[in-house]
């Protein structure tokens, strides 16, 4: 299972990889933390003509507050974030959900753009990204655009990025005061892609929700903004049946894939368990941080 | 052909190789550490666990050429001049292994982790270990072999301070 | 019964002697080795499951640099011999053999099936050269399901048979089946279905094969369960006498089954060899491993218990199709063992039994770590669904069929005694050790707050190695060689056929042949690997505690009787009169002669000795199992099932086994582990899954998934008393009874737990969506 031939690149700074992109466009594949990406080209699913390699350029790793957002360079190790008390303080969704990505072993060398930019609809890290409507910042010769997570993912492992872009930052809103989160999923074994997983982010005020936001992994090709459910939720006040009622209406339209880990029906039945169980654990942690 | 220099088990060494190369069959072939085991070579295993700059790492999802000028420690290097260390110690006390193919990522892994994680409890130390497959044991002797090095680092840093 | 000398090492769990060097990173595995000249080996797999080869162009992979060779399925039939599956020859098989190539030449059977092999400087550019290779195929229709292969409509995968039916279909009867039947209270059928998975040695198969031209010699660096086995494979097939083989193993990353004789790709690879005149390597990656290197355990049954409304098990009748998948071998042979052992360690009066191995498009059904297991996981489930059916207790039915312990020993109905079976003193110590009153009311508050707790027990026997066969041994496995000698510096070495991949006999042997004998643990060495010294054997059916154990003990008796012959000549003593203890020959009563044992070989090798000496210190001893004996026990777990998820936890998990004298506890302990984790991963995690146009589907570790240490719990083992049988050798193996009894127990228990939905269980692979639907389907 070895790596088909690869010409390499290894640009120092933003601006020279933007210029091997351009050039090679399609042919080219952004290697960052080479977890998702190593094992394609093990198996020769991938062939990409070059490997433009952009561990060395050092402006695109590090996390950072800035006005109510935390920015994260692209190259952003996961166990560095994971460890980040910036992170931990004010996007504690994503902290939630660090830990579950992977073994330590993957998130030693696992990147946050990189598993942002792979995209895939069962991923941690998308789900979070597309819960809290994260926004992406790509560069190319032509500058830089910011993209919002509802129009990041595409579809299965795609994303907008046009093949002259490079992801360099992905930044998150700062969670505000009440707000209680839940990262769940159900996996085969620990440490495994989720089957169906959940990010959820309730925000509370004077015990009643004022802001839900409800992301799936897994049901879909990208993952799944549950609006549905966030409009019913925001407005009322916690209890079992709203929960009920909100795990029904996210995923009531879903038309989850079949494969060997659950059919399409199984994912829809876990699904709507992971939203009562999220949303009962979100608002008992909200309720903790007031 | 790319030339690196890297430092592996404390000595600097250089190799001239494809960027496709990963750092495991670096290690194995060019380097003779035939140690680090290669057990399915998509990132899922744990085999060919190796540590670089501190951090326990798939080194079948590395490119060889991305280790250089990196720090690497291989189960050749843990302990001086084929001793063993004490974790190693531990495990041949406890019986931890049967063939030995996934002793070495399981050494490299647990070391990685209690470094990092000294007083870690059996559940954490499982799900450390989570990530590396073992097909003989059933996990068991190896949890207790990682139990019993700390226990044992525990006791010696306990009576270290007593001096 | 003679106790062993000494009594230091046996039953200790002494440290094991492998562990230096496997802890160092000191093994030296196949893929370890490198010789000067060697080339590596890539496949080029079909990708279609049934087709037609119309042609296969290697020229472009010839021609590209680094590329030594790239030979196709025709060429290495020009290199080697025709024959049959080596391990169907061994085993006596007498039925029609498929007549199959080395690589494939006018047809692909399976997805993976090889079709070319390319030989180049480097792995990376062996499999660039695949690459490059053009296969035109023609599409055949897909023999998917043995209920496929069993149509005679289905397009035969193999001209010279016919039809896709790999043994003709055979039924026996033991004690009155249709008496039996008429007169029982009930009458209940069911069908059960055990799921294809595999070994998964975290090694895979691979070998470096070295021709050398100028002496005509073969010799395979291989990864083996015996070196023999492989060698006569090898010569076999390439036409060569077997004294011109030889076969070198060193460790073994595990095998289970998988890893014996000569793989068609490891033959190939050897004629690779000889044509090139250099060594060639070939070590397959994981996704040849999952998908071509053989899977097991696709088997159904349709079941009829007889039984009465007091819950006696009288007779089953059994019809089993076994999937063999293409290239029958092991599959075809493994009815005849299940037939024998379906029985159990129960008061069986009757059996019919009929069995039918259809071929189909998948990976060839290899040997795995207990190949008959599916017995017990029929005759288990049966004894659960039965007492449900009666309303009895699961250790209540078990304790009422299992037979008594009498002397002479009941016999099972279908030809061996049950002689030393503690069976009922395991399900005895299970219920002391578990308490199941208290786990019901547990259970039951659990239940009132929607968690759903299940136990399951079952119980079993395995044939490690057997007891004594009237008609005495048989065939090549039915006595253990093995040479020992007195070397010339002192060390006790064993040189011995078996070929442990995990087992610890470096350590085990030594520690037998240590006490025996009369040195310390360190100066046993125990000899392995090498075709060129050690006797015939072959490390599997969990008969090497038995038979190699017992080679050793008698052999090192008979060597130290050699030894005091000898030392009582150079001592100018009887031989009577003298012991040996810590590594020193003396006479008794006077530790002021004492001579090192190192002393006395150093004088038989410089001929220091007088003319009447035997000077030779070395005997080839045999052994044929003496009493023999069973092995067994009763294992029970304890699960949670969520069911919301179909997650299943392990909770608990309890092994009480009989495994007669125990060499080293702490390895026979290990073996039972191993084995339980197997058998969890086949019910949770385990499935070789092939679609309806016969593509594989699991042949990444992404997809096929293992247990991990998340996922299997401390496992309680109590060994009980043995009956000893044998006045010498009362150990008895247990390498495979883990992953027999296992399935049947974790599946019983999640039964349980899904009881109050109304969920009964025919299968063993149990995800979490099959959880689900059965808890759907259940309540309807």
């Not at chain 1, 995923?251 to 829809?268: I, Q, V």
């Not at chain 1, 992971?274 to 949303?279: H, I, N, S, T, Y």
């Not at chain 2, 670096?26 to 501190?54: K, Q, S, W, Y």
Request: charged share 20%; hydrophobic share 45%; with cysteine.
């Amino acid at each position: 299972m070895k790596l088909p031939p690869v010409e390499y690149e290894a640009p120092t700074t933003v601006a020279e990889a933007i210029d091997l992109l351009a050039e090679y466009l399609d042919e080219a594949s952004v290697l960052a933390g080479g977890q998702s990406l190593i094992p394609l080209l093990a198996l020769r699913l991938a062939r990409p003509v070059v490997l433009i390699d952009i561990n060395g350029i050092d402006e695109l790793s590090g996390v950072s507050a800035v006005d109510g957002w935390v920015a994260i360079g692209a190259t952003t190790r996961e166990y560095v974030a994971e460890a980040s008390e910036t992170v931990a303080g004010a996007v504690p969704l994503l902290a939630a959900a660090l830990p579950l990505i992977g073994h330590e072993a993957i998130r030693s060398r696992g990147t946050v753009g990189g598993s942002l930019a792979h995209a895939d609809p069962a991923a941690e890290l998308p789900a979070v990204a597309r819960a809290l409507d994260a926004e992406f910042v790509v560069r190319s010769p032509s500058g830089e655009r910011v993209v919002p997570a509802a129009d990041w993912f595409e579809g299965y492992l795609t994303t907008s990025r046009r093949s002259d872009e490079l992801l360099v930052e992905v930044r998150f809103p700062a969670a505000r005061p009440g707000t209680g989160v839940s990262f769940q999923e159900v996996a085969r074994r620990h440490g495994d892609f989720a089957i169906v997983g959940l990010a959820a982010s309730l925000t509370l005020s004077e015990g009643a929700i004022s802001d839900a936001r409800l992301a799936l992994a897994g049901l879909s090709d990208v993952p799944l903004r549950a609006a549905a459910a966030e409009d019913l939720l925001v407005g009322e006040l916690p209890s079992a049946e709203l929960f009920d009622e909100a795990a029904r209406r996210a995923t009531e339209d879903a038309d989850p894939p079949a494969d060997l880990h659950g059919s399409s029906d199984y994912r829809k039945k876990v699904a709507a368990a992971l939203v009562r169980r999220g949303l009962r654990e979100a608002v008992h942690n909200a309720n903790e941080r007031q | 052909m790319v030339d690196i220099t890297l430092r592996v088990n404390g000595a600097t060494c250089t190799g001239s190789l494809e960027a496709r190369k990963t750092l495991a069959d670096f290690l194995r072939d060019d380097l003779n550490l035939t140690g680090t085991h290669l057990g399915c070579e998509h990132g899922v295993c744990g085999a060919c666990t190796v540590i670089v700059d501190g951090r326990a790492v798939r080194s079948c999802l590395m490119l060889a050429v991305q280790a250089a000028g990196r720090e690497v420690t291989t189960i050749e290097g843990l302990a001086p001049d084929g001793g063993l260390g004490p974790l190693q110690q531990a495990m041949w006390d406890s019986h931890s292994f049967q063939c030995g193919f996934c002793t070495p990522g399981m050494v490299m892994q647990a070391t990685a982790f209690l470094s990092d994680h000294p007083d870690a409890g059996e559940q954490q130390i499982r799900e450390a270990l989570s990530g590396n497959i073992c097909r003989c044991t059933g996990y068991q002797s190896i949890v207790d072999g990682v139990l019993l090095a700390a226990e044992r680092k525990q006791g010696s840093d306990h009576d270290g301070n007593r001096g | 019964m003679t106790a062993i000398a000494a009594e230091r090492y046996t039953g200790a769990s002494i440290k094991r002697s492998e562990d230096p060097r496997i802890l160092t990173g000191a093994g030296r595995y196949v893929d370890d080795i490198k010789l000067p000249g060697m080339l590596h080996a890539a496949f080029v797999r079909s990708p279609m499951a049934h087709a037609r080869v119309l042609s296969v162009d290697v020229s472009a992979a010839r021609a590209l640099p680094g590329v030594v060779a790239a030979l196709t399925g025709a060429d290495l039939e020009a290199m080697t011999v025709p024959g049959p599956d080596l391990l169907m020859t061994l085993m006596g098989w007498a039925g029609p053999t498929p007549e199959f190539t080395l690589l494939a030449t006018d047809k692909v059977r399976f997805v993976g099936d090889p079709v070319a092999v390319i030989v180049a400087q480097s792995r990376y550019i062996a499999e660039d050269g695949c690459d490059l290779v053009e296969v035109d195929y023609d599409d055949l229709p897909p023999v998917v399901t043995a209920a496929l292969a069993l149509d005679p409509g289905s397009p035969p995968l193999f001209a010279n048979l016919g039809d896709n039916i790999a043994s003709p279909h055979s039924r026996s009867e033991f004690g009155d089946v249709s008496g039996t039947f008429a007169h029982a209270d009930r009458i209940i059928d069911f069908h059960i279905d055990v799921h294809r998975h595999q070994n998964v040695p975290m090694e895979g198969r691979g070998c470096v094969a070295s021709y050398d031209a100028d002496l005509g010699v073969m010799t395979v660096h291989a990864a083996t369960q015996s070196v023999h086995v492989t060698r006569i494979g090898v010569a076999t097939r390439l036409g060569m006498e077997p004294d011109k083989v030889r076969v070198l193993a060193g460790d073994i990353g595990g095998s289970f089954g998988l890893k014996i004789g000569a793989s068609r790709e490891e033959l190939a690879v050897s004629a690779a060899s000889r044509l090139l005149g250099q060594p060639v390597k070939w070590v397959e990656d994981r996704s040849e491993n999952l998908t071509a290197s053989g899977q097991a355990r696709e088997e159904s049954f349709d079941v009829r218990a007889a039984v009465s409304n007091d819950g006696d098990l009288l007779g089953l009748d059994a019809k089993m199709v076994i999937d063999t998948g293409s290239y029958p071998g092991m599959g075809t042979m493994v009815p005849a063992i299940m037939q024998a052992m379906l029985p159990g360690p129960y008061k069986l009066a009757a059996l019919g039994f009929e069995s039918t191995a259809a071929i189909t498009n998948k990976a060839p059904y290899v040997a795995y770590r207990g190949p008959w297991a599916s017995e017990t996981f029929v005759r288990e489930r049966v004894l659960d669904l039965i007492a449900k059916d009666l309303g009895l207790d699961p250790l209540d039915i078990r304790l009422r069929n299992v037979a008594p312990r009498t002397d002479p020993p009941a016999v099972m109905i279908t030809g061996r005694p049950l002689a030393g079976v503690t069976s009922r003193e395991s399900l005895e110590r299970v219920a002391q050790l578990v308490d199941f009153p208290a786990f019901r009311r547990r259970q039951a508050e659990a239940r009132a707050q929607g968690r759903y707790l299940g136990i399951g027990v079952a119980t079993f026997i395995e044939a490690a190695p057997g007891p004594r066969s009237p008609e005495g041994p048989s065939g090549p496995m039915g006595l253990e060689s093995m040479r020992l000698r007195l070397e010339e510096d002192g060390i006790v070495a064993l040189f011995t056929g078996q070929m442990p991949h995990g087992q610890s006999h470096q350590t085990t042997l030594a520690q037998i042949a240590a006490d025996e004998f009369g040195v310390p643990f360190e100066q046993v060495r125990v000899v392995i690997g090498d075709s060129d010294i050690v006797p015939f054997g072959l490390t599997g059916g969990s008969r090497s505690a038995t038979m190699t154990g017992g080679v050793a003990l008698h052999g090192a008796r008979q060597l130290k009787a050699k030894v005091l012959d000898f030392a009582a000549s150079v001592m100018e003593v009887s031989a009577q009169d003298l012991l040996i203890t810590d590594g020193n020959v003396w006479v008794r009563g006077d530790p002021a002669t004492a001579i090192s044992v190192s002393e006395i070989a150093g004088r038989a090798a410089s001929g220091q000795f007088g003319v009447d000496a035997d000077a030779k210190l070395e005997v080839e001893a045999t052994f044929d199992g003496g009493e023999g004996g069973w092995s067994g026990g009763t294992h029970c777990a304890i699960v949670e099932v969520d069911v919301e998820t179909g997650i299943v936890k392990v909770e608990r998990y309890v092994a009480v086994e009989d495994c007669g004298a125990l060499i080293n506890p702490a390895v026979v302990e290990g073996q039972i582990r191993g084995g339980i984790a197997q058998g969890i991963g086949a019910v949770l995690l385990e499935r070789s899954a092939y679609g309806e146009d016969g593509s594989f589907q699991s042949a990444t570790f992404m997809d096929y998934l293992m247990p991990t240490a998340c996922d299997v719990p401390r496992i309680e083992i109590e060994h009980l008393e043995t009956v000893p049988l044998d006045a010498d050798v009362n150990f008895r193996g247990v390498g495979e009874g883990g992953m027999i009894i296992a399935p049947p127990t974790v599946v019983n228990a999640i039964e349980d737990a899904l009881s109050p939905f109304g969920v009964r269980i025919y299968e063993q692979h149990l995800p979490p969506g099959r959880i689900l639907e059965l808890i759907s389907t259940g309540i309807d």
